[in-house]
């Protein structure tokens, strides 16, 4: 006989799950399973599902990416930007084209030769915000945040670089302190 | 994000977070039907309203890159928000989102996020989430994926 306790939780069966493995073969085993059951779902994929969530991927990393300090030697922004052009376009010059700048910029950019312009800034948040439209939410000014966010990291990390040299330039005898 | 309180249909935005070890002591099994204290070396995440500290429900769960999966371990809301007088609705829709964004961002379209309910709550979780099903195993995939953080992540 059923106790009350546990009608109810049968009654209401979202109060919770225990989902933990009590003998590892059958975790390792279950994991199996699933794997092969997974690998045939997956084949059913469409490309455009699949690119879909490479965006959601994408736009999630970006709004991991500017919620803390991040002190890497790494180019997030053009990191992310290679990964925003290389999911939607068989070639990057398609992108160029679609946002009305030459190849040769695109590439300084995507190189770290150059920094974007703020057209080019303007041109990507317009261009994402077509391409999200009917994926997910996307803040436009994610990418400007991601940008800023990666300034501002690599600033205060080469302190020991930049500081020396401008702290001679720096004093605040003029001020109206006193 | 958002939960619904029941009695009036209000909307409050919620945040997921890792437990802090100090919470541990007002984890109690009384209020969320496991004993949370062995999920301490597992990832362990809370749901509460905004600005505020009553945790309304909980998830452990582990992540396991080989496969592609992240395993929920455990997952509850607190009493209060069990059966018939509930207070917030949405609480364990809003918890399974945040490990289904989880597991797109680590894994993108071979995200899969899996749980081992049993008997009825198994048919819950597949009517309610679209989970599939594989002997024992239920598992939201990218489409299940896609379509909760469409319906949840608002």
Not at chain 2, 44 to 60: A, P, Q, R, W
Not at chain 2, 70 to 87: P, W
Not at chain 2, 133 to 150: K, N, P
Request: glycine share 4%; net charge positive; with cysteine.
């Amino acid at each position: 006989m059923k106790t009350s306790k546990t009608a109810e939780k049968i009654t209401y069966p979202e109060y919770g799950v225990d989902s933990r493995y009590k003998s590892i073969d059958k975790k390792l085993s279950d994991g199996e399973n699933l794997m092969e059951a997974r690998l045939k779902r997956l084949r059913g994929l469409s490309r455009k599902q699949i690119i879909k969530a490479k965006l959601l991927q994408l736009k999630l990393k970006m709004e991991d990416y500017v919620k803390q300090p991040v002190y890497e030697e790494y180019n997030f922004f053009t990191s992310f930007l290679s990964d925003y052009i290389d999911t939607i376009y068989e070639k990057r010059v398609m992108f160029a084209k679609d946002i009305n700048i030459t190849p040769v910029s695109l590439s300084q950019i995507l190189n770290n030769h150059r920094e974007p312009k703020e057209e080019f800034m303007f041109r990507l948040m317009l261009h994402s915000e077509l391409t999200f439209k009917s994926i997910c939410e996307f803040q436009k000014r994610t990418w400007y945040q991601v940008y800023y966010h990666e300034k501002i990291c690599d600033t205060m990390a080469n302190q020991n670089e930049w500081k020396p040299t401008e702290k001679k330039n720096v004093k605040i005898k003029n001020a109206v302190l006193k | 994000m958002y939960i619904t309180e029941v009695k009036n249909g209000n909307k409050y935005e919620i945040e997921i977070i890792p437990v802090d070890p100090t919470d541990l002591k007002s984890i109690t099994k009384e209020k969320y039907f496991f004993n949370w204290k062995l999920e301490k070396d597992y990832y362990l995440y809370k749901l509460l309203i905004k600005g505020h500290s009553e945790i309304l429900g909980l998830v452990s769960f582990e992540i396991n890159p080989d496969e592609w999966r992240i395993h929920i371990r455990l997952l509850s809301v607190s009493t209060q928000n069990k059966g018939k007088g509930k207070h917030y609705e949405r609480i364990v829709g809003n918890l399974l989102t945040f490990i289904s964004k989880m597991a797109i961002k680590e894994f993108a379209e071979l995200a899969c996020v899996s749980l081992k309910p049993k008997g009825v709550i198994a048919q819950h979780y597949i009517d309610e989430y679209g989970m599939n099903i594989t002997g024992s195993t239920l598992s939201l995939e990218l489409v299940e994926i896609l379509d909760i953080i469409q319906r949840y992540d608002i």
